[in-house]
């Protein structure tokens, strides 16, 4: 799909998120955020546990209203949810009591497609991620990687022109995530669609993405790093880990990131 306007897929421009506490108190999780990702872009968040980065990713999905600044889809402000994206949760939201094929079809009845089109197109898609022998099976017959498949042909059965993805991978085993790292390059790489992914993971932040955002420790997180990241494409998750440019991208960052982790995990220290 094309985007004459050329306007950012996702724009965030000075955005404050304040929530309200017990006793009339409140908390200030992010501040003075400014984020664009182009249409076809791979951008992933990084940044210390509690640092708001899925705070940002609710507030581009529009699942959550800033106090302040806008938020922009393809030069639009948001009124309610963003409907040009899809969103993928750390846990699955599959449905136990229908099969795959099931799960991955009822994502177009709002769009009024009929049932045997969506099933015909379910199917498709199953086969995509590589889950076509699955098709009748239910959520407890499927591994946690056969799951999360299920899962991500469900959000991309829609079309979604922005991808919002909050640590999809993050229950699953290494082997199985580096898996599923190169499954999501290569649905990406087939139709570039804008994607904003969190995660705690910077090697697979980097082994992904196109830029990686780095957020400092909370509350009153802000971005405090914006980095190219410059290796070559097609990659292979798990080979561009041993790419000379992979480590000196990774200490870079690092350099950067690890004072923030430091902080929080000081924070925690002090707490307890």
């Known amino acids: 799909m ?14 404050d998120i304040t929530f309200a506490l017990k006793g009339g108190r409140s908390y200030r999780a992010v501040q003075g955020i400014d984020l664009a990702v182009r249409p076809g872009e791979f951008v992933a968040i990084v940044g210390p546990t509690g640092c ?27 009124k309610g949810l963003n409907a040009r994206a899809g969103y ?20 177009l009845e ?5 049932a ?11 086969k995509r991620v590589g889950l076509g ?7 407890h017959m499927m591994s946690g990687g056969q799951r999360k498949r299920v899962a991500l042909a469900q959000m991309l059965i829609r079309d979604p022109e922005i991808l919002l993805m909050d640590e999809p991978f993050g229950p699953l085993d290494a082997q199985t995530r580096q898996i599923m790292g190169n499954l999501l390059l290569k649905l990406w ?3 570039r669609k804008a994607v904003l992914f969190v995660t705690h993971d910077l090697e697979e932040a980097i082994a992904l993405a196109d830029r990686v955002v780095v957020m400092s420790a909370g509350p009153a997180a802000t971005i405090i790093g914006d980095f190219a990241v410059t290796l070559a494409r097609p ?15 990774y200490k870079e960052i690092w350099s950067r990131l690890r004072v923030e982790v430091q902080k929080t995990y000081a924070d925690l220290e002090f707490a307890s």
Do not use: C
């Not at 581009?60 to 922009?72: D, P």
């Not at 709002?110 to 009929?114: T, Y």
């Not at 022998?133 to 959520?139: D, G, L």
């Open 88 to 107: 993928l949760f750390q846990q699955d939201a599959l449905m136990p009591w229908k099969t795959a094929l099931a799960n991955v079809a009822v994502a």
């Open 235 to 249: 990659r292979d998750t798990s080979e561009i880990r041993l790419d000379p440019d992979f480590h000196r991208i």
């Open 2 to 15: 094309s985007h004459a306007s050329g306007e950012p897929a996702v724009s965030l421009s000075g955005i």
């Open 116 to 126: 045997r089109e969506a099933e015909t197109r379910a199917a498709a898609w199953l």
């Open 110 to 114: 709002p769009k009024g497609i009929s």
């Open 133 to 139: 022998a699955f098709a009748n099976s239910y959520p």
């Open 189 to 191: 790489a087939d139709d």
């Open 52 to 78: 708001g980065k899925s705070t940002l990713l609710n507030a581009s999905a529009g699942l959550l209203r800033a106090s302040a600044g806008t938020v922009e889809a393809f030069g639009a402000p948001l």
